[in-house]
């Protein structure tokens, strides 16, 4: 897991004065003498690399009086990303214990509503669509008359305003960015 290393400073040779240290570190690597004295101070100088990228960042460091060790960073951002997991899948348990608990709920309310509700024989429900058939409702209705004269004016209306939405779902679905839910 620890693939990545980062080169961390350990300490100056003897009769090198940390002033021409930065000096000559920052004109060789080309880069401002505050990073190096950043480096000094024990933050990183270069990005995490492989074993034998950073051997070589040591190499060149101890060519200019400088020494400085491995450090692997792999088994803290592991902790990290650890931690992380553990309280997403906290979080994902604690959801499904709710969701859990009230599909529990609901089915004990389901059966309270049945244990309330008469037992109703079978019978009776077969006996129902034939009183829907004996009924002179049906007869009374006029089932053919012609459908009432729309408004042109609400028709265009209609048909404008499902376009608009039409083109705002468009817009949503291109730049989902754009149309924050």
Not at 33 to 46: D, G, I, T, Y
Request: hydrophobic share 40%; net charge negative; aromatic share 6%.
């Amino acid at each position: 897991m620890t693939d990545k290393y980062r080169v961390v400073f350990a300490s100056l040779n003897d009769g090198i004065a940390a002033s021409d240290a930065i000096t000559n570190l920052s004109q060789r690597l080309k880069i401002p003498e505050s990073k190096v004295q950043a480096f000094f101070a024990n933050k990183p100088l270069f990005s995490p690399a492989d074993r034998e990228k950073s051997a070589k960042q040591i190499k060149l460091l101890s060519t200019m009086g400088i020494n400085a060790k491995l450090q692997a960073i792999g088994t803290s951002t592991s902790s990290a990303e650890q931690a992380a997991q553990a309280q997403r899948d906290e979080r994902l348990f604690g959801a499904l214990d709710y969701i859990t608990s009230s599909l529990i709920r609901i089915e004990e309310r389901l059966e309270e509503l049945e244990q309330r509700l008469p037992e109703q024989p079978l019978e009776h429900t077969e006996q129902t669509p034939e009183q829907w058939e004996d009924d002179e409702l049906f007869e009374e209705l006029e089932l053919d008359s012609p459908a009432p004269k729309r408004s042109k004016k609400v028709q265009y209306g209609l048909g404008v305003i499902l376009i608009f939405l039409l083109a705002i779902l468009a817009i949503a679905i291109a730049f989902p960015e754009v149309v924050a839910l």
